[in-house]
């Protein structure tokens, strides 16, 4: 029988670059919004010798998640989810965000858990952004709520989001839905290894993709500068670690975070060491 993989987030950038890898000895199913690029991506797919099943899936639709891994179960063993799909400050609404990077990620993850058998994995993407929040602006006694009370949960990040000014709303959404998701990759750790499951985050740096060149003019471009590789990630260089965190060489690690930014964060942290030993 197949061994399986759904990629959300399928359409480009970092998850068509994974499902490059990961289509060479798994049966693909990609999922996006965008219907047109999921058939340009599924057209590019074939070219390398891979013939996907392309889903047309919005991942804050509960039940169309549930069809989404309905449709991977029919196909063969469900092994994995590389959870790539995300929206990025520029792209909306505080709301928008939020819903699209924290209600999504624990809808895939709780659809995928229901169904997912021993050995089976999930990689989800969170951000470097989760490691620069202060913690005292990151509100985790309300991330709980995710998983019972989709609107309260929502409503308390929103007034969490009511400290900054509406201009810088969306980017500090972005950050505490990225923080979100390395939160629940962790703290989920436990219940997901009582099936035999495994659950990772991986936090990507400034990556040369279309979404992540969006935020190039917002400060994404002076981080790239500041990093201890000061030059962007490349969309292969992500995919590669997703596709290894889900493949059975990686099978001791779970509840973890894998930070992968080019060095930005140590570099940030030494120099901010520095400046304060200098005073």
């Known amino acids: 029988m197949s061994r399986v993989s759904v990629i959300t987030g399928g359409a480009g950038g970092m998850g068509l670059a994974t499902a490059s890898i990961v289509g060479r000895d798994h049966t693909v199913v990609l999922c996006d919004v965008r219907q047109d690029r999921l ?6 797919l074939t ?13 804050t639709d509960r039940r169309a998640v549930a069809d989404l891994i309905g449709t991977a179960t029919g196909l063969g063993t469900l092994v994995s989810v590389i959870h790539t799909a995300g929206v990025s400050p520029s792209m909306g609404s505080a709301d928008y965000i939020m819903r ?48 019972d009370d989709a609107d309260a949960f929502m409503d308390a990040m929103m007034t969490t989001c009511q400290i900054v000014d509406e201009n810088t709303r969306s980017g500090l959404a972005y950050a505490l839905s990225k923080s979100f998701v390395r939160w629940y990759s962790q ?31 917002a400060g994404a471009g002076a981080m790239v500068a500041n990093a201890a590789l000061p030059r962007w990630g490349k969309a292969e260089e992500m995919a590669e670690l997703l596709a290894f965190c889900a493949s059975t060489k990686a099978g001791y690690l779970t509840g973890i975070d894998i930070l992968n930014d080019g060095g930005l964060i140590a570099s940030m942290t030494e120099r901010a060491r520095v400046s304060a030993a200098n005073g």
């Open 39 to 44: 058939s340009a991506a599924a057209a590019t």
């Open 100 to 147: 699209t990077n924290a209600l999504g990620t624990v809808n895939v993850n709780e659809e995928f858990h229901a169904v997912a058998g021993e050995g089976a994995v999930i990689v989800n993407v969170a951000s470097m952004s989760a490691h620069m929040l202060p913690a005292e602006m990151i509100p985790i006694d309300q991330f709980p709520l995710a998983l």
């Open 47 to 59: 070219d390398r010798g891979i013939t996907p099943t392309v889903v047309d899936c919005d991942v």
């Open 187 to 217: 703290s989920q750790a436990e219940r997901f290894s009582a099936g035999l499951v495994r659950i990772v985050s991986v936090s990507p740096g400034s990556t040369d993709t279309e979404m992540g060149r969006l935020e190039e003019a």
